[in-house]
């Protein structure tokens, strides 16, 4: 029911701003009614499925790097002091050179494939995830950690089996982060650079002035987006069961 009202909500802004713009005499040019959207939607349904699926796939690859090395980054200084040190103003630093300025860089060395789309939203995706389990890592009950002890367990168990499931909702919290920034860095290295995906086809819809097939573009970005957090929340109620 909460999802659906969202839905309507937000339907219902889209509708009131562009009856706004109507108003104030905005050409259709630079914004579209959204039976024009739905038009282009259908007439380049063959060509925009081509492109989100290039899109997707970059989407997908870029999850399984950021959130591979966020988890890596965040177990390595929660298990160690030395570690944490060395790693934590790295991470910090990574985030503090806009990603706008790294994308041409990426695209310059690793070349207008899907390799440098990858790793530009892999960039933007590791942090939030890296930061909230390394967060929840740390913060495990001592209590669970005392009783823990009691049985004289390894270090890899007491990882295994307290400290990582104690951490499980801070690492959903960041996998949900991840899901909703990942097309947004796929989108700017295919600004920067590409021969396929959504951007590209943005860029090339607004370059022609077709502005109805890149708010169908966007649109697909949307859908792709919230496909992938609704996928996140169905595994956080597995994992989590007594999560809402």
Request: include cysteine; proline fraction near 5%.
């Amino acid at each position: 029911m909460k999802k659906l009202f969202s839905a309507i909500y937000l339907i219902a802004v889209l509708l009131c701003g562009w009856l706004l713009a109507r108003h104030h005499g905005v050409p259709d040019f630079l914004l579209p009614s959204p039976l024009a959207v739905l038009e282009a939607l259908w007439l380049h349904r063959q060509l925009l499925a081509h492109h989100a699926l290039y899109t997707l796939a970059e989407i997908v690859l870029a999850l399984l790097l950021g959130v591979g090395t966020g988890v890596l980054l965040a177990v390595l200084m929660a298990g160690s002091q030395t570690l944490r040190r060395v790693l934590f103003p790295l991470v910090t630093a990574s985030q503090a050179i806009p990603v706008f300025a790294l994308a041409p860089l990426l695209v310059l060395w690793l070349g207008f494939g899907i390799a440098s789309k990858v790793v530009v939203a892999a960039l933007i995706v590791f942090f939030p995830l890296c930061l909230s389990l390394f967060d929840g890592l740390c913060r495990t009950p001592s209590g669970w950690l005392e009783l823990a002890g009691t049985l004289n367990p390894s270090r890899a168990r007491v990882f295994w089996h307290v400290r990582w499931p104690a951490a499980l909702p801070q690492f959903f919290s960041g996998l949900q982060m991840a899901v909703v920034l990942a097309p947004i860095g796929v989108v700017i290295g295919e600004w920067v650079g590409a021969s396929e995906g959504l951007g590209y086809l943005m860029m090339q819809s607004n370059a022609r002035l077709e502005t109805a097939t890149s708010f169908a573009a966007l649109l697909l970005l949307l859908m792709l987006a919230l496909l992938l957090s609704g996928g996140v929340a169905l595994l956080r109620k597995k994992f989590l069961w007594h999560s809402t």
